[in-house]
T-cell receptor, first 114, second 111 residues
Framework: DGGITQSPKYLFRKEGQNVTLSCEQN?????MYWYRQDPGQGLRLIYY???????QKGDIAEGYSVSREKKESFPLTVTSAQKNPTAFYLC?????????????FGPGTRLTVT | SQQGEEDPQALSIQEGENATMNCSYK?????LQWYRQNSGRGLVHLIL?????REKHSGRLRVTLDTSKKSSSLLITASRAADTASYFC???????????FGQGTRLTINP
């Protein structure tokens, strides 16, 4: 899983609670990404960051928030406004902007909200 | 938005056979990438092919790209049980700094 760590591997929360998923990389990559994957589906982009202190919404940003205060860290908060938060969340990084470089993925966090 | 779509959705073959997966996309691209995902794990990058390339090889993997048909194929030769995984194509949108992933092909290699 190439220098990217996500914790925890499994996370359980009650409906109405905010929860923060951790993503750390030691690859010295500028760009970082958060994806959501539902069973049997592909990846959908939540947020991405091309540089420290800057980030952009992806295709499904509603109900999520991020910060990028350090190059190596890109935490994702799933807020109570996210209507269906139960999913597998994947963090990734790349040397530069996504389209020209391969992405390195973490092992994922499986979030279950009941 | 669905840029890349893989075909078939699922493929089951015998060990030693070749496996071919296809990816179609809608708009012009700069690059196309293929990734593998073992069940419950993160994705692993396999190959990146640029729009001006037609074919690329990496070990038992061969990727082709036909920009006129807006399609790519991934061929795995002499398949092994360890190749059992889901395979995704990912395309960029020209001018966009992000990838769009297809829904993947679930490949099962039977011993």
């Amino acid at each position: 899983d190439g220098g990217i760590t996500q914790s925890p591997k499994y996370l359980f929360r009650k409906e109405g609670q905010n929860v923060t998923l951790s993503c750390e990389q030691n690859l010295n990559h500028d760009a970082m990404y958060w994806y959501r994957q539902d069973p049997g589906q592909g990846l959908r982009l939540i947020y991405y960051s091309q540089i420290v202190n800057d980030f952009q919404k992806g295709d499904i940003a509603e109900g999520y928030s991020v910060s990028r205060e350090k190059k190596e860290s890109f935490p994702l908060t799933v807020t109570s406004a996210q209507k269906n938060p139960t999913a597998f969340y994947l963090c990734a990084s790349s040397i530069g902007a996504a389209s020209s470089y391969e992405q390195y993925f973490g092992p994922g966090t499986r979030l279950t909200v009941t | 938005s669905q840029q890349g779509e893989e075909d078939p959705q699922a493929l089951s073959i015998q060990e030693g056979e070749n496996a071919t997966m296809n990816c179609s996309y809608k708009t012009s691209i700069n690059n196309l990438q293929w990734y593998r995902q073992n069940s419950g794990r993160g994705l692993v990058h396999l190959i990146l092919i640029r729009s001006n390339e037609r074919e690329k090889h990496s070990g038992r993997l061969r990727v082709t790209l036909d920009t006129s048909k807006k399609s790519s194929s991934l061929l795995i030769t002499a398949s092994r049980a360890a190749d059992t995984a889901s395979y995704f194509c990912a395309t960029d949108l020209q001018g966009a700094q992000k990838l769009v992933f297809g829904q993947g092909t679930r490949l099962t290699i039977n011993p």
